[in-house]
């Protein structure tokens, strides 16, 4: 197979994968379709070429290696558009229990139901449950305590939506405080 059609192929898979797809399943779906056996190194030129063909200015998205996979996303000259779009279709927006509950679960994971309703005080069953449903977290286990309590981690959907490739690129605690949280005035 050429090279032009194994880099058809690959944009093809790119294009129609709903998040990111990985390069090992690339390598699995041209394999199982047309039975050519391909390298990480095949993969990884034709993504390279890809890259390079969608950063010409006639093209208003692009391929990005994100979420460990390659997924095609907007340039960032066109994010306004997008996001008056989006907003639009936004019928509803996470609440201010699920924000809380999608952050504790991000910074804690795995982490079960009982863990995250003692650090938030109240009952999480409902945004524990909203956020599977918008598929932000996943069921990634269970504790080997007592009842086998389910564990709960993020997702690769979350992945995506934050633009994350792995855990470690969330902001770090002490990176988002402020002085503006702090309580009373400071000694002399």
């Given at each position: 197979m050429?090279?032009a059609?194994?880099?058809?192929?690959?944009?093809?898979?790119i294009?129609s994968?709903?998040?990111s797809i990985?390069?090992e399943?690339?390598?699995?779906?041209?394999?199982?379709?047309l039975?050519a056996?391909?390298?990480?190194?095949?993969i990884?030129?034709?993504?390279?070429?890809?890259?390079?063909?969608y950063?010409?200015t006639?093209?208003?998205?692009?391929?990005?290696?994100?979420?460990?996979g390659?997924?095609?996303?907007?340039?960032?000259?066109?994010?306004n558009?997008?996001?008056?779009?989006q907003?639009?279709q936004?019928?509803k927006?996470?609440?201010?229990?699920?924000?809380?509950?999608l952050?504790?679960v991000?910074?804690?994971?795995?982490?079960t139901?009982l863990?995250i309703?003692q650090?938030?005080?109240?009952?999480?069953?409902?945004?524990v449950?909203?956020?599977?449903e918008?598929?932000l977290?996943?069921?990634?286990g269970?504790a080997?305590?007592?009842g086998?309590?389910?564990?709960y981690g993020?997702s690769?959907?979350?992945?995506?939506?934050?633009?994350?490739?792995g855990?470690d690129?969330?902001?770090r605690?002490?990176?988002?405080?402020t002085?503006?949280?702090?309580?009373?005035?400071?000694?002399?």
């Amino acid at each position: 197979m050429s090279d032009a059609a194994v880099q058809q192929h690959i944009e093809a898979l790119i294009f129609s994968a709903q998040g990111s797809i990985s390069e090992e399943d690339i390598r699995l779906a041209i394999y199982t379709s047309l039975g050519a056996e391909l390298s990480k190194a095949d993969i990884q030129a034709a993504c390279t070429a890809l890259e390079e063909k969608y950063a010409e200015t006639g093209f208003s998205f692009r391929p990005v290696k994100i979420g460990g996979g390659y997924q095609f996303l907007t340039k960032p000259e066109f994010f306004n558009s997008v996001n008056v779009l989006q907003q639009q279709q936004a019928k509803k927006k996470l609440s201010q229990a699920a924000i809380e509950t999608l952050a504790i679960v991000a910074y804690r994971q795995p982490i079960t139901k009982l863990e995250i309703e003692q650090i938030r005080g109240v009952n999480s069953d409902y945004s524990v449950q909203r956020l599977l449903e918008k598929e932000l977290i996943s069921i990634v286990g269970k504790a080997d305590g007592p009842g086998k309590p389910i564990l709960y981690g993020t997702s690769a959907q979350f992945m995506d939506y934050f633009a994350l490739s792995g855990i470690d690129q969330l902001p770090r605690l002490k990176d988002i405080t402020t002085d503006d949280n702090s309580i009373g005035e400071a000694g002399e």
